[in-house]
């Protein structure tokens, strides 16, 4: 399973906790995200045994995390 989750640069560079729902569970799950581990945007997180379920084990849940420059870091002309 697939999902995509977008992260503020500035969060991204101090490290942050993501909540992330899952479409069988009440309880969301907490990913703590780090520009080091991401390296660029579209970069992906692999949680093994978070996924899809299969007939007797689950698969793993892929997230892709899209760094995003926030719009005060941008200038106007």
């Known amino acids: 399973m697939h999902t995509v989750i977008s992260v503020p640069t500035m969060k991204?560079?101090?490290?942050?906790?993501?909540?992330?729902?899952?479409?069988?569970?009440d309880t969301p799950i907490e990913v703590f995200v780090k520009l080091e581990e991401i390296r660029k945007s579209g970069n992906i997180i692999r949680i093994k045994g978070?996924?899809?379920p299969k007939l007797d084990t689950r698969g793993d849940l892929v997230i892709h995390v899209i760094v995003v420059v926030c719009s005060s870091f941008l200038f106007e002309f």
């Not at 991204?12 to 569970?25: E, H, Q, V």
């Open 50 to 52: 978070r996924g899809w």
């Open 12 to 25: 991204a560079k101090r490290g942050c906790p993501i909540a992330i729902n899952l479409f069988d569970s």
